[in-house]
């Protein structure tokens, strides 16, 4: 029989105590788990300007009501308050460490972490039962050593760059084969000391209605083609398709191709492969290369940031980059985008550093050192390129939004993902939308068609990563994961559920609010004014008042102000009136509306 999933469990490191709760009946409703159950507590929890890396913040490890009963790998939500941003943060990570989270905890909608501990400790979950531990023997330990630590477990841990508190440090689960990179959470682990959790448990066995859907979906999923993409080379053919079409940042945004991709892109993956991986038999994970530092699995954002990035042509070097990153526990956008300032500030006299494109070696030397921040460039990196440039000069080398450095698809060609980017909930991220891929085969986007793409998409993404899936499962999701939800006895249609995702995305943006985010949070960065040589001979820059006009219509079509605030109206319509706090200022209608 399925276990329902209705409470969520507590661990205060400071006080060294656990305890569960449930979760109201409400929240579970409007917001499922993930993304939506994780912002509702921040929101509930956390007080307005709280130290992202203070014992006050929440780190949750957020599950769903489908975890561990759909194909392909299952994913958790790791939420918390970034020390990048100052704002909301959540970041997505699959492997074996959720599966046997969810199988652990079967009735646990989460693990929420707050306090901080006085010495390095792991948190031990062995089929339900919560312990602590201290590990002061791990400090320091690489991601891949940590799991070695406990060879009987599923194990999420940090780096040295999350003990030095780097920014930008990841999450590493599964030997750092698997990561929750972006926005930092795994500073906040290191700020509490929380060197582990290693999980011990069975993964779940879908049963009756879900293991029937479990097989239809997992064949149809190898039958579409986001599926079939996916087990032709993994996520590493993303810097193929953004080389062709103009894309792909080069050489620290300089360029929107790269003349050696095909060194780097999805063949010469092919060629370097030792294996491949399947998770459980539904569909193919990614491709495993020897390294000089050991295995590991490269990604399209690794060739993109570290190969065409750095202008590094040569796949192993790229690999053993990645693999570097992954042990030290860094995030590989982040990571490689503050190299490419460094070499970019190098080159124009604001910092003394022996740093080039194409240089690999100093690349890697700069990250080991930026992830123990090693030195003053190296320190300023760890805070982000924005920290960097503000204190040494050179803002206009690398674009960030919210202070998260943007990934390596450049948006010159395709003036929706600017947007996409610039309205992004957690910092510049191509996750949330990416409109680009069919606008470049567009000859002309109206206005409000790029406007519609984004929001649909947020709305989406913010469903599928409440339940939470993969988005790239999700695009076999007609209903938006209705049918599976019904096999759990939880009762929505498609419209109720995309409702819920505009929903959660709404709460995010009054979480951001609280935080003293607006509308110049939503900018454009510099870089993307100036025009460059893109696909086929086009020149493209992003226009700013064309992007204006697309701002407003975004803040218009999503019940929002003139100021990027939500409307009272809005919060009515959304259910989210009786949450809102006298701390979250709203907006009002542009003058002549009501």
Known sequence: MTQTRDHVCWVDLSARTVRHERVPERWRRQFLGG????????????????????????????????SGYLPGETRYAAVTKSPLTGGFLDSYAGGQFPARLAGALPNCLGLFVTGRADVPTV????????????????????????????????????????????????????????HAGRGGAGAVM????????????????PTGELAKLHRTYAEAYQEHDTGQWLHAGATIESLDFADETGLLATRGWQETTFGESDAIG????????????????????????????????????????LGAGLGIDDFDDVATLGACCDRLGLDVISAGNAVAWAIRA??????????????????????????????????????????????????????????????????????????????????????????????????????QTQVRAVVTAQNVRSVLWSLPTDDFLG????????EWLAALGRSYDSSDLYRLGE???????????????????????????????????RDSAIDPDDFERALERYYATRGWGPNGRPLAETLVRLDLDD???????????PTGET
Not at 475 to 482: K, R, S
């Open 579 to 589: 949450i809102v706090d006298d701390e979250t200022p709203l907006d009002t209608p």
């Open 35 to 66: 993304k939506g159950l994780g912002a509702r507590y921040l929101y509930e929890e956390l007080e307005a300007n709280v130290d992202p890396l203070g014992p006050d913040n929440v780190l949750g490890f957020m599950l769903g009501p489908l």
């Open 346 to 447: 190098a080159d124009a006299g604001h910092i003394d550093l022996e740093v080039s494109f194409g240089d690999a070696d100093a690349a890697a030397e700069l990250i080991k050192r930026i992830a123990t921040r090693e030195g003053t460039v190296a320190d300023a990196l760890a805070d982000g390129v924005a920290v960097a440039a503000d204190r040494y000069g050179g803002e206009a080398f690398v674009p960030t939004v919210k202070s998260m450095a943007v990934p390596s698809y450049d948006p010159r060609q395709a003036g929706s993902m600017a947007l996409a980017y610039a309205t992004s909930d957690r910092g510049a991220c191509h996750r949330r939308a990416r409109p680009f891929e069919r606008e470049v085969f567009d000859e002309e986007w109206s206005l």
């Open 503 to 537: 929903r959660v995305w709404t709460l995010v943006r009054l979480f951001n609010v609280r935080e003293g985010f607006e509308r110049a949070d939503d900018s454009l960065p510099s870089v993307f004014r100036k025009s460059l040589p893109g696909a086929h001979g």
């Open 475 to 482: 695009e076999v999701f007609d209903d938006l994961g209705a």
């Open 123 to 178: 948190i031990q979950i062995d089929d339900g039962e919560v312990t602590l531990e201290t590990a002061a023997d791990l400090a320091g330990a690489t991601t891949d050593a940590v799991a070695d630590a406990f060879p009987d477990a599923a194990v999420a841990c940090i780096g040295p760059a999350g003990e030095a508190m780097v920014r930008y440090a990841s999450i590493a689960s599964d030997g750092g084969d698997h």
């Open 190 to 205: 290191g700020a509490k000391r929380l060197k582990a959790i290693a999980v011990r448990g069975d993964e779940l066995e």
């Open 266 to 305: 999805v063949e010469a993956a092919k060629a370097s492969a030792v294996e491949r991986e399947y998770p459980d038999g539904d569909y193919p994970g990614g491709f495993r290369i020897e390294t000089e530092d050991g295995e590991t699995v490269p990604r399209g954002a690794t060739a993109m940031t």
